[in-house]
């Protein structure tokens, strides 16, 4: 699936590093997300952006921060992370956030910090 | 109580055959309904969506939806080894907010 792209698609940071996450969506869609995945949980909502305004932070910690340009690109700068922050990151799109709209999913960064 | 809950499996189904998987939800209002498959290091993708109780049928695939028992279930008929991959329930609740199962990891044994 081409519609939802994310760069880099593995990472290796450092605790002390700071690195960029790029999602961009190429589906006209007007919502983003960020999810965490890690093994053996359920896909953790992070972040959610609406016609580029966050509706949705859920309780992530502020070593996480998104940002949101436009409808059609997505970042998270992480800086100063943990150890148990290795996942992988996914950015999903819809067109709105109406029960009725479907995410569409990136293919997920590889995050691994030591 | 998990907002979305699946067996983790493995379920393990001959090719051929029909595989069952099956998800509870809490919030009872809950207003749609969505099934994903993931392959072992890829995102997921969207199989099925249902928002009315009853069955959806897409091909081989049938959701089945029953907001009174706060049930969904996904049938995959005539099961192919390249089924195999965990398949994600996921769930919009009263807030706008999809849930989504840890999953219920399928093995198609040829």
């Known amino acids: 699936e081409t519609g939802v792209t994310q760069t880099p698609r593995h990472l290796v940071m450092g605790m002390t590093n700071k690195k960029s996450l790029k999602c961009e969506q190429h589906?006209?869609?007007?919502?983003m997300y960020w999810y965490k995945q890690s093994a053996k949980k359920p896909l953790e909502l992070m972040f959610v952006y609406n016609f580029k305004e966050q509706t949705e932070n859920n309780s992530v910690p502020s070593r996480f921060s998104p940002e949101c340009p436009n409808s059609s690109h997505l970042f998270l700068h992480l800086h100063t992370l943990q150890p148990e922050d290795s996942a992988l990151y996914l950015c999903?799109?819809?067109?709105?956030?109406?029960?009725?709209?479907?995410?569409?999913f990136g293919p997920g960064t590889r995050l691994t910090v030591l | 109580q998990k907002e979305v809950e699946q067996n983790s499996g493995p379920l393990s189904v001959p090719e051929g055959a029909i595989a069952s998987l099956n998800c509870t939800y809490s919030?009872?209002?809950?207003?749609?309904f969505f099934w994903y498959r993931q392959y072992s290091g890829k995102s997921p993708e969207l199989i099925m969506s249902?928002?009315?109780?009853g069955d959806k049928e897409d091909g081989r695939f049938t959701a089945q939806l029953n907001k009174a028992s706060q049930y969904v279930s996904l049938l995959i008929r005539d099961s192919q080894p390249s089924d195999s991959a965990t398949y994600l329930c996921a769930v919009n609740n009263r807030h706008q907010k999809v849930t989504f199962g840890t999953g219920t990891k399928l093995q198609v044994i040829p």
């Open positions: 589906l006209g869609h007007n919502a």
């Open positions: 249902i928002y009315s109780n």
């Open positions: 919030d009872r209002v809950s207003q749609s």
């Open positions: 999903a799109s819809s067109q709105g956030t109406a029960f009725t709209d479907t995410q569409y």
